[in-house]
Nanobody, 119 residues
Framework: QVQLVESGGGLVQAGGSLRLSCAAS????????MGWFRQAPGKEREFVTA????????DYADSVKGRFTISRDNAKNTVYLQMNSLKPEDTAVYYC????????????WGQGTQVTVSS
């Protein structure tokens, strides 16, 4: 079993920055991909970004390219999401998720952290 705990959310003005963290614990000795997703009120959850185990493959949603940066520290079992130039439309609950290498489904999810961007 794996537990994921997000932190770093909050309220920020448009144009500001936030850094989210997601710490994994439990059965984390195997290689895994980490992703960030978000869900705004009244909308479906959407993909934001993902990073593979070695960090050499990173994907971003078009809406966040050039503004968000994902990174990871495998020694700490932690993934980060640096969010710059935030916009009101970035307001959402942000979730981190884990999927094992060689699988297609994110099997574990965090509880989410609220990010609110005021205009």
């Amino acid at each position: 079993q794996v537990q994921l705990v997000e932190s770093g959310g909050g309220l920020v003005q448009a144009g500001g920055s936030l850094r989210l963290s997601c710490a994994a614990s439990g059965r984390t000795f195997s290689s895994y991909t980490m992703g960030w997703f978000r869900q705004a009120p009244g909308k479906e959850r959407e993909f934001v970004t993902a990073i593979n185990w070695s960090g050499d493959r990173i994907d971003y949603a078009d809406s966040v390219k050039g503004r968000f940066t994902i990174s990871r520290d495998n020694a700490k079992n932690t993934v980060y999401l640096q969010m710059n130039s935030l916009k009101p439309e970035d307001t959402a609950v942000y979730y981190c998720a884990l999927k094992w290498v060689g699988t297609s489904r994110y099997a574990y999810w965090g509880q989410g952290t609220q990010v609110t961007v005021s205009s």
